[in-house]
């Protein structure tokens, strides 16, 4: 069974940096799509980050473009999600979800937007701002 351990969430100050990960264990295929969503009170989800297969560059949300980063160890299993100019909007519950590996332009959009079923989710992590 596939388990995803999301970790270093935390209190931010306002253009700050902070640094996720998140484990994967019990893979059975040698290639996945993986990626990060999050979830702030009262809002729907939302995609941020993913890499559909092993060998592919990370997309991003519009939200996010140019302040996240979104790198994978394949050796390890770990995915790491970078962030920094952290804002107020950034406070959320950050997961991360493991699903089919892709190829294609399309690929992302359908799993940033939910559109494409991911097959295990981790618990999350919570990123949220000190005043």
């Known amino acids: 069974q596939v388990q995803l351990v999301e970790s270093g969430g935390g209190l931010v100050q306002p253009g700050g940096s902070l640094r996720l990960s998140c484990a994967a264990s019990?893979?059975?295929?040698?290639?996945?799509?993986i990626a990060w969503f999050r979830q702030a009170p009262g809002m729907e989800r939302e995609g941020v980050s993913c890499?559909?297969?092993?060998?592919?560059?990370?997309a991003y949300a519009d939200s996010v473009k140019g302040r996240f980063s979104m790198s994978r160890d394949n050796t390890k299993n770990i995915v790491y999600l970078e962030m920094s100019g952290l804002k107020p909007d950034d406070t959320a519950v950050y997961y991360c979800?493991?699903?089919?590996?892709?190829?294609?332009?399309?690929?992302?959009?359908?799993?940033?937007?939910?559109?494409?079923?991911?097959?295990?989710w981790g618990k999350g992590t919570l990123v949220t701002f000190s005043s």
């Open positions: 890499i559909i297969r092993r060998d592919a560059a990370a």
């Open positions: 019990g893979l059975t295929r040698d290639d996945y799509s």
């Open positions: 979800a493991i699903g089919p590996s892709g190829r294609g332009a399309g690929v992302s959009e359908l799993i940033l937007t939910g559109q494409l079923r991911m097959h295990a």
